[in-house]
């Protein structure tokens, strides 16, 4: 059995259960196959030095260009992803042991945020909502409250465009589009308290592989969406109310450049390429830094609080920041 999504703007044909409910448009031409290889199936060894290598806090990948052309992409422990020439077709190589179900949360993210980056697409470490027509992204490091801030905005009536992983396109307009991605928030422990948010239609929820209590909205924007912001939360548990600052081109800049989706790449087209989209990005959207008054419990209002600072004190959509 396969399935068929539309994901990160790609049309995904996966023969992984990536839990998913946006659905390729029938007849669509897929844009990416994923396939997984059969028990013991060994993922041939790369040849060349790395282009993507991280190692902290027992998290471990690496990445090297195949003497085909191709790629392979490790996961220590967890499987291998075989990337063809072409960046088309993935054969997934489970680890001995492993549970299939982190293969699966790879797929959704980190594969294809490593796909997404080598086709040339500008790659945030984000999650996004729509509200009022327009997109507004949560960007930082792990951990640093993206998907719960996310969710927090959605109980308050915003729609989920991405969590975790954002592409955005630049127009030739001068405009950022935030494009429609996971559909499903992955919220880390005390952030599930959430749930009871969100009126009528209450979210579905499960447990992943990786103990994360997991949200499905039944109310997820319906299309790309002009960006409007892209908010960097500072959960903050002393107290203090709410506060939005707008950060300066170079300081936004280092931001995003900061907190990128995967880290440790050495390749140099796409360390130039995401430093030139980053900086275009900078001057087109407003970054802004948001001192967020954390839980749990967190303010019954805090979401719609946020979301009315962040549009009051970003300029006019379209306008080039300073």
Do not use: I, N
């Not at 429609?180 to 928030?185: F, H, I, K, V, Y």
């Not at 830094?289 to 006019?316: C, I, K, N, Q």
């Amino acid at each position: 059995m396969t399935y068929r999504y539309l994901l990160y703007g790609m049309v995904v044909d996966s023969d992984l259960d990536l839990h998913q409910d946006r659905p390729a448009p029938p007849g669509a031409v897929a844009d990416l196959v994923v396939r997984t290889a059969p028990d013991g199936a060994r993922c041939p060894e790369p040849a060349g030095e790395p282009v993507l290598e991280f190692e902290r806090g027992g998290a471990r990948y690496v990445a090297h260009a195949r003497s085909d052309g191709g790629w392979r992409l490790r996961f220590a422990d967890v499987c291998d992803f075989a990337v063809s020439a072409d960046l088309a077709r993935v054969t997934v190589h489970q680890a001995p042991g492993a549970d299939p179900g982190l293969a699966t949360v790879l797929t959704v993210g980190a594969l294809c945020a490593f796909v997404l980056t080598l086709r040339g697409r500008l790659v945030l470490h984000a999650s996004a909502v729509e509200h009022d027509g327009v997109a507004v992204a949560f960007t930082g490091a792990s951990g640093r409250g993206k998907s719960t801030t996310a969710a927090l905005t959605c109980a308050a009536g915003a729609a989920l465009v991405t969590d975790d992983l954002l592409t955005v396109t630049l127009p030739d307009d001068g405009s950022a589009r935030a494009v429609l991605g996971a559909t499903e928030l992955r919220l880390r422990k005390g952030a599930d308290t959430l749930l009871e948010r969100f009126d009528g239609a209450r979210p579905d929820r499960r447990v992943s592989v990786d103990g994360r209590q997991v949200l499905r909205l039944r109310d997820a924007a319906a299309g790309d969406r002009p960006l409007a912001a892209v908010v960097v939360p500072w959960p903050d548990r002393s107290g203090r109310p709410l506060e939005v600052d707008v950060l300066s081109r170079r300081d936004a800049l280092l931001t995003l450049l900061a907190v990128p989706r995967l880290e440790g790449w050495t390749h140099p087209g796409v360390v130039r390429a995401t430093f030139e989209g980053l900086s275009e990005l900078s001057r087109r959207v407003p970054v802004v830094a948001a001192r967020v008054p954390w839980g749990p419990p967190f303010g019954p209002t805090l979401g719609a609080e946020l979301l009315a600072a962040v549009r009051a004190a970003v300029p006019p959509l379209g306008q080039a920041v300073a």
